[in-house]
Nanobody
Framework: QVQLTESGGGLVQPGGSLRLSCVAS?????????MGWYRQAPGKHRELVAV???????NYLDSVKGRFTISRNYAKNTVSLDMNSLQPDDTAVYYC?????????????WGQGTQVTVSS
């Protein structure tokens, strides 16, 4: 089973920047299809922030367009999220996500989550 490990969360002031990174490991012979980032704020449902299909173009949550940029390194099996002009509404636990295909099945892998807090 593929495992996802996130890093890069923390506390930042409004208007600041953070970079989240996620590396996929394990899983034997597997294909990482779409990879992306979701977030969940207290009392709210988990929502898609940004995703990038294998070899495709990224899609973003409307409220982060122009501020966040998702990127993949296919050789290193990583996905990153550069977050600029952060606002308090961006405060949430951010989760890395990957749609995986192996020899037997398709499944979705999740990271453990990393906290992003935007506050003065």
């Amino acid at each position: 089973q593929v495992q996802l490990t996130e890093s890069g969360g923390g506390l930042v002031q409004p208007g600041g920047s953070l970079r989240l990174s996620c590396v996929a490991s394990g899983g034997g012979i597997s294909s990482l299809n779409t990879m992306g980032w979701y977030r969940q704020a207290p009392g709210k449902h988990r929502e898609l922030v940004a995703v990038i299909p294998f070899g495709g173009s990224p899609n973003y949550l409307d409220s982060v367009k122009g501020r966040f940029t998702i990127s993949r390194n296919y050789a290193k099996n990583t996905v990153s999220l550069d977050m600029n002009s952060l606002q308090p509404d961006d405060t949430a636990v951010y989760y890395c996500n990957a749609e995986v295909s192996d020899q037997h099945r398709d499944y979705v892998a999740w990271g453990q989550g990393t906290q992003v807090t935007v506050s003065s």
